[in-house]
């Protein structure tokens, strides 16, 4: 079925084929990376894109002697199946399986591992300076997107790269698409390069020109460059580039092998950083990917003969109930503003995009400027609500400090993908925001137990006056009645799940707080009777309620989908702790480890990090029996 990719065993068999070959080889990475993504999920339309691109890179260059990183990785399934993985590419982003992002535990060729995006210019840069440090000679080469390049780390490795003048290679994969539609002033930019391909041309024939004309041409040609900056602007759409001190070659058709391949064999022979712009088609050779790449760009199982998602029935995901209820609570209120980083659809303000386009702020790969751009419409009257996924928002914390908390600013921050994400994997976890928002003075952070809640809890927080967070999990919620009201939530007050006279209690927050009640029900079973507690905020805590629980309990278990280090259930431990309660009642905390996650099922995971309710029922239960042999 794919004759030339099963030679492929490792990269130096690429340089082996002719050109003719090399393009078929194109066709099979295509079929086999669709037959793959198909029964596993993943990011299918950027790797599509790359194939030509990957088969050029390693047909020219000697990796891993020469260094390739990838920007957030989302593109590089051709490399990773042309380096030796071919034979486990059937087990991408499964448990124990091959990682969906570069990964520099997984092969000696991920130069450097990534996930998020705009970072590969600086890790480039970085293995370069340290090149030159060590007198060594390879390649090291950057392939970013248009997407990535909107991000301002993008533009500071690329301001200093011009600057050192190091041997750099940066590959711009231009296709128009990132998982929404490009914003911005970089993508208008691109826009016109893509628009105005004869510019080469023009420069070369002007020189012709000029040169041609008896006893002056050389005198002119010389002139012209003496006043290229100023003509260059209006001449040459890479000037930008340029003038940042690379050299600029592009915009190239990224589907041409040969072209490829003599491109970025001119550049290995240039000095100082070289910036090529490639333009690719997202979803290339898989039609359904073509005619909807935003869909494709990440995608779960699918009928590789349709493109029809395959879907099995289930409530509303927790971001299209956010979706609905921010245009819900803006119906009402026209202070109330929405921001997010170049995910309109997967933090579901599409819709809210598109009822108040006036309101609504893409603001790109820029969650930094997402922050402090809603702290200046907070200073003027205004509450802006954020929304991001939780891995994402890590990028702001300075922001978030300093601008929005320190000014004690009405800034709600929407935290999508909380706690365990699943085949995404480490880069893509948010298991860090309780920990990190919970220390920062005005911060109030809530946390939905379902959707329901999440819809009151959000209508609570725009009604604020001071910095407030909410963080709820990826994918469908429970199944719980929605109402078309909201309700008012008391801050800092506690739900009491069920209530008995037993030994133990578990405290729990957000997804837990279901899990809890099953490990309950699972101990009662056993005559060990627990009471279940929905916290609903990690700050404030309700103390009143853990010092009742703590001086009527022999046991609290703190559950929690986030790191144990800093969390909800270090917060606990610190108000027994001040109150002097741990002579009272014993804590177990249960949450995620000092370690990062690997990929799989979210059941999965939550067993890997004993939070299933089983898990949870078996610790109470080992506690008693330490405490019954004890007597």
Same mark, same amino acid.
């Given at each position: 079925? *794919?004759?030339?990719?099963?030679?492929?065993?490792?990269?130096?068999?690429?340089?082996?084929?002719?050109?003719?070959?090399?393009?078929?080889?194109?066709?099979?990475?295509?079929?086999?990376?669709?037959?793959?993504?198909?029964?596993?999920?993943?990011?299918?339309?950027?790797?599509?894109?790359?194939?030509?691109?990957?088969?050029? =890179?390693?047909?020219?260059?000697?990796?891993?002697?020469?260094?390739?990183?990838?920007?957030?990785?989302?593109?590089?399934?051709?490399?990773?199946?042309?380096?030796?993985?071919?034979?486990?590419?059937?087990?991408?982003?499964?448990?124990?399986?091959?990682?969906?992002?570069?990964?520099?535990?997984?092969?000696?060729?991920?130069?450097?591992?990534?996930?998020?995006?705009?970072?590969?210019?600086?890790?480039?840069?970085?293995?370069?300076?340290?090149?030159?440090?060590?007198?060594?000679?390879?390649?090291?080469?950057?392939?970013?997107?248009?997407?990535?390049?909107?991000?301002?780390?993008?533009?500071?490795?690329?301001?200093?790269?011009?600057?050192?003048?190091?041997?750099?290679?940066?590959?711009?994969?231009?296709?128009?698409?990132?998982?929404?539609?490009?914003?911005?002033?970089?993508?208008?930019?691109?826009?016109?390069?893509?628009?105005?391909?004869?510019?080469?041309?023009?420069?070369?024939?002007?020189?012709?020109?000029?040169?041609?004309?008896?006893?002056?041409?050389?005198?002119? =040609?010389?002139?012209?460059?003496?006043?290229?900056?100023?003509?260059?602007?209006?001449?040459?759409?890479?000037?930008?580039?340029?003038?940042?001190?690379?050299? *600029?070659?592009?915009?190239?058709?990224?589907?041409?092998?040969?072209?490829?391949?003599?491109?970025?064999?001119?550049?290995?022979?240039?000095?100082?950083?070289?910036?090529?712009?490639?333009?690719?088609?997202?979803?290339?050779?898989?039609?359904?990917?073509?005619?909807?790449?935003?869909?494709?760009?990440?995608?779960?199982?699918?009928?590789?003969?349709?493109?029809?998602?395959?879907?099995?029935?289930?409530?509303?995901?927790?971001?299209?109930?956010?979706?609905?209820?921010?245009?819900?609570?803006?119906?009402?209120?026209?202070?109330?503003?929405?921001?997010?980083?170049?995910?309109?659809?997967?933090?579901?303000?599409?819709?809210?995009?598109?009822? *108040?386009?006036?309101?609504?702020?893409?603001?790109?790969?820029?969650?930094?400027?997402?922050?402090?751009?809603?702290?200046?419409?907070?200073?003027?009257?205004?509450?802006?609500?954020?929304?991001?996924?939780?891995?994402?928002?890590?990028?702001?914390?300075?922001?978030?400090?300093?601008?929005?908390?320190?000014?004690?600013?009405?800034?709600?921050?929407?935290?999508?993908?909380?706690?365990?994400?699943?085949?995404?994997?480490?880069?893509?976890?948010?298991?860090?925001?309780?920990?990190?928002?919970?220390?920062?003075?005005?911060?109030?952070?809530?946390?939905?137990?379902?959707?329901?809640?999440?819809?009151?809890?959000?209508?609570?927080?725009?009604?604020?006056?001071?910095?407030?967070?909410?963080?709820?999990?990826?994918?469908?919620?429970?199944?719980?009645?929605?109402?078309?009201?909201?309700?008012?939530?008391?801050?800092?007050?506690?739900?009491?799940?069920?209530?008995?006279?037993?030994?133990?209690?578990?405290?729990?927050?957000?997804?837990?707080?279901?899990?809890?009640?099953?490990?309950?029900?699972?101990?009662?079973?056993?005559?060990?009777?627990?009471?279940?507690?929905?916290?609903?905020?990690?700050?404030?805590?309700?103390?009143?309620?853990?010092?009742?629980?703590?001086?009527?309990?022999?046991?609290?278990?703190?559950?929690?989908?986030?790191?144990?280090?800093?969390?909800?259930?270090?917060?606990?431990?610190?108000?027994?702790?001040?109150?002097?309660?741990?002579?009272?009642?014993?804590?177990?905390?249960?949450?995620?480890?000092?370690?990062?996650?690997?990929?799989?099922?979210?059941?999965?995971?939550?067993?890997?990090?004993?939070?299933?309710?089983?898990? =949870?029922?078996?610790?109470?239960?080992?506690?008693?029996?330490?405490?019954?042999?004890?007597?």
């Amino acid at each position: 079925m *794919y004759p030339l990719l099963t030679k492929i065993n490792k990269p130096e068999d690429i340089k082996k084929l002719s050109l003719t070959e090399l393009e078929a080889l194109a066709s099979e990475l295509r079929a086999f990376i669709v037959a793959t993504v198909a029964k596993n999920g993943g990011h299918l339309a950027p790797s599509l894109g790359t194939v030509e691109l990957t088969l050029a =890179l390693y047909s020219v260059f000697n990796f891993p002697h020469d260094k390739l990183i990838w920007d957030v990785g989302h593109q590089a399934y051709s490399h990773k199946i042309l380096t030796g993985r071919r034979d486990s590419f059937a087990s991408l982003r499964q448990k124990g399986g091959i990682t969906g992002f570069p990964n520099r535990f997984e092969s000696k060729y991920d130069a450097f591992g990534v996930g998020h995006a705009s970072t590969s210019i600086s890790a480039a840069l970085g293995m370069a300076v340290s090149r030159d440090i060590s007198g060594r000679k390879n390649e090291v080469i950057a392939v970013i997107g248009d997407g990535a390049l909107t991000g301002g780390e993008a533009f500071e490795a690329l301001n200093q790269a011009g600057d050192l003048g190091k041997k750099l290679i940066v590959i711009l994969n231009d296709n128009e698409m990132s998982i929404d539609k490009n914003v911005g002033g970089m993508s208008e930019y691109l826009s016109r390069i893509r628009l105005n391909p004869q510019y080469s041309k023009a420069k070369r024939d002007m020189g012709t020109l000029l040169q041609s004309i008896p006893h002056f041409g050389d005198k002119a =040609l010389k002139t012209a460059r003496i006043v290229k900056d100023s003509v260059r602007a209006a001449l040459v759409p890479g000037s930008l580039f340029e003038e940042l001190g690379f050299h *600029y070659v592009g915009p190239i058709d990224g589907h041409n092998l040969s072209l490829l391949q003599e491109i970025l064999q001119r550049a290995r022979a240039m000095s100082g950083p070289v910036l090529i712009h490639v333009h690719t088609t997202k979803g290339k050779g898989y039609l359904p990917a073509e005619n909807q790449p935003e869909k494709f760009h990440g995608i779960g199982k699918f009928d590789p003969a349709t493109g029809e998602v395959i879907k099995k029935p289930s409530p509303p995901s927790y971001t299209a109930v956010f979706g609905e209820a921010i245009v819900q609570l803006a119906d009402k209120n026209p202070n109330l503003l929405a921001i997010t980083a170049a995910m309109p659809t997967g933090t579901g303000l599409k819709n809210f995009s598109k009822i *108040y386009p006036g309101r609504f702020f893409d603001v790109g790969i820029a969650e930094e400027h997402a922050v402090t751009l809603a702290a200046g419409m907070a200073a003027d009257g205004k509450h802006p609500v954020v929304a991001l996924y939780s891995t994402f928002a890590q990028r702001a914390y300075d922001q978030l400090m300093h601008d929005v908390c320190l000014q004690n600013l009405p800034v709600t921050l929407c935290l999508d993908r909380a706690g365990l994400v699943g085949a995404d994997g480490p880069t893509h976890h948010g298991a860090f925001d309780l920990s990190y928002l919970r220390h920062m003075p005005n911060m109030t952070v809530f946390v939905p137990k379902d959707e329901a809640e999440l819809r009151d809890m959000l209508a609570t927080a725009v009604a604020m006056d001071s910095p407030t967070a909410i963080r709820y999990p990826r994918g469908a919620g429970i199944g719980v009645s929605l109402t078309a009201d909201f309700k008012s939530i008391p801050i800092g007050k506690a739900e009491i799940i069920s209530e008995n006279d037993g030994e133990v209690a578990f405290l729990a927050v957000g997804s837990m707080v279901y899990k809890a009640k099953q490990a309950a029900e699972i101990l009662a079973e056993s005559g060990i009777m627990a009471t279940v507690i929905n916290m609903r905020f990690v700050k404030p805590l309700d103390k009143a309620i853990i010092e009742t629980m703590a001086v009527s309990k022999k046991l609290l278990v703190t559950v929690e989908e986030n790191v144990l280090a800093g969390g909800f259930g270090s917060a606990a431990a610190e108000v027994l702790a001040d109150g002097d309660l741990l002579k009272h009642t014993s804590l177990i905390r249960m949450g995620i480890a000092d370690t990062f996650v690997e990929q799989g099922t979210h059941d999965e995971l939550l067993e890997i990090c004993n939070l299933q309710p089983e898990q =949870l029922a078996y610790k109470v239960k080992e506690r008693i029996k330490e405490w019954q042999n004890k007597d």
